[in-house]
């Protein structure tokens, strides 16, 4: 009998209701497979959880983030058990640590090293429906450890390659991967399947669909990722193995990246280092479109997500108080499609569009899958439109 992980994510478990939902999709894989489940906190646990440890300190403590926010997570995998019992189906729910999932220490961040599957197979070949905590691990020192924001992606794909299920299945409020936000564009369209280089890109450059790095783990032990609806029973996305073409498959269109400019009247080439250092290596903020021009003066840029602002913001403050920096809003519209550079009318139409508007472009990064472009300032929907019509058919 094949196995299957199915994770659900906090919009598909969200109150009692959209949990008997939930139940009855799992009856309908467990009829003929060992079912393993993956769920997230229910609705807007994290976030609430978020804003009332902020309450209490500005910058909270990251270790302890971890166990309160880990804590959401428990609660979801106790109530769907409860629920699948009732309904009179054996079911076990299990924390992270309990589920055999060990990480690194990277408090909010960390990454999965190993996953000991000896409990999760005990319980399957008792035919218990196996329901597991996502998002969350211990780290060698027994210190609970979290995965950053849609971490339950990450684990339902690792547990899926650890005991070499036959399909991992994620589960949200929409039905697979869109060639851009629906929500923005309303002649979005939904993509039957894509490489895994190809979502890599998308949820790198800020779509909420999957965890990046359950993209990559999914590529590293070629495990087929389905992103299903838990809401209808129409066919998903699937990503796999690379496809051959050189289409456009999505475009990205990501509102909250902020420009930074740090500026200082003096400089020495130990500025860059003892800040890039302190910045990347220290506090684990992601920089990105780097640009160095200092030589006299400082005269330093880079991006980082929104998410980051208030970390950045303190980290400089407290530790660099002698130079100058302006923050500043922008969007950045990625165009993602394996083998697109091959295609100079990708290009040809994408320049046409950003010159016909008069947007100014701060950087333009081409590579085999992407074409990503910084603007100076916050664009419009109606340029993602636009830039969807012409390159989508």
């Given amino acids: 009998?094949?196995?299957?992980?199915?994770?659900?994510?906090?919009?598909?478990?969200?109150?009692?209701?959209?949990?008997?939902?939930?139940?009855?999709?799992?009856?309908?894989?467990?009829?003929?497979?060992?079912?393993?489940?993956?769920?997230?906190?229910?609705?807007?646990?994290?976030?609430?959880?978020?804003?009332?440890?902020?309450?209490?300190?500005?910058?909270?403590?990251?270790?302890?983030?971890?166990?309160?926010?880990?804590?959401?997570?428990?609660?979801?995998?106790?109530?769907?058990?409860?629920?699948?019992?009732?309904?009179?189906?054996?079911?076990?729910?299990?924390?992270?640590?309990?589920?055999?999932?060990?990480?690194?220490?990277?408090?909010?961040?960390?990454?999965?090293e190993a996953i000991c599957t000896d409990r999760i197979q005990e319980e399957?070949?008792?035919?218990?429906?196996?329901?597991?905590?996502?998002?969350?691990?211990i780290d060698e020192k027994g210190n609970i450890t979290t995965l950053g924001r849609g971490g339950s992606d990450t684990t339902a794909v690792a547990i899926a390659a650890a005991i070499q299920a036959a399909h991992c299945y994620i589960f949200s409020d929409v039905d697979g991967v869109y060639t851009t936000d629906p929500n923005k564009v309303t002649v979005a369209k939904k993509l039957e399947s894509l490489s895994y280089e190809e979502m890599l890109d998308i949820s790198n450059e800020g779509a909420k669909v999957l965890h990046n790095r359950c993209v990559e783990i999914g590529e590293r032990f070629h495990i087929p990722i389905v992103t299903k609806s838990t809401f209808n029973n129409q066919p998903g996305s699937t990503i796999c193995d690379k496809v051959e073409d050189t289409e456009v498959k999505s475009i990205v269109k990501n509102d909250n990246i902020i420009l930074v400019k740090i500026t200082a009247n003096s400089y020495r080439t130990k500025d860059f280092y003892d800040l890039y250092a302190k910045l990347v290596s220290e506090k684990n903020i992601a920089i990105m479109d780097l640009s160095n021009k200092s030589n006299q003066t400082m005269n330093l840029s880079f991006t980082i997500k929104l998410d980051q602002l208030t970390l950045l913001q303190s980290t400089l403050e407290t530790d660099f108080p002698m130079y100058q920096v302006a923050y500043k809003n922008i969007t950045r519209i990625s165009i993602i499609g394996y083998g697109i550079l091959k295609n100079n009318d990708i290009l040809n139409k994408t320049i046409s569009i950003l010159q016909a508007n008069n947007l100014e472009v701060t950087s333009f990064d081409v590579t085999g899958s992407k074409i990503a472009i910084n603007f100076a300032d916050a664009v419009e929907n109606n340029i993602l439109e636009q830039l969807h019509n012409s390159l989508i058919s």
Avoid: H
């Fill in 124 to 137: 399957l070949a008792e035919r218990r429906i196996v329901v597991i905590a996502g998002f969350q691990g």
């Fill in 1 to 112: 009998m094949d196995t299957v992980v199915l994770k659900f994510g906090g919009s598909s478990v969200a109150d009692n209701i959209k949990l008997n939902i939930v139940a009855d999709k799992i009856l309908e894989y467990y009829q003929n497979n060992n079912v393993i489940v993956v769920v997230s906190a229910q609705g807007k646990t994290t976030d609430g959880l978020i804003k009332q440890a902020k309450e209490l300190s500005a910058i909270p403590d990251c270790r302890e983030m971890d166990v309160l926010l880990s804590t959401g997570e428990q609660i979801t995998t106790s109530k769907l058990c409860i629920l699948l019992k009732r309904m009179g189906y054996e079911a076990v729910s299990l924390t992270g640590w309990q589920a055999g999932i060990l990480t690194d220490s990277n408090s909010q961040e960390a990454k999965i």
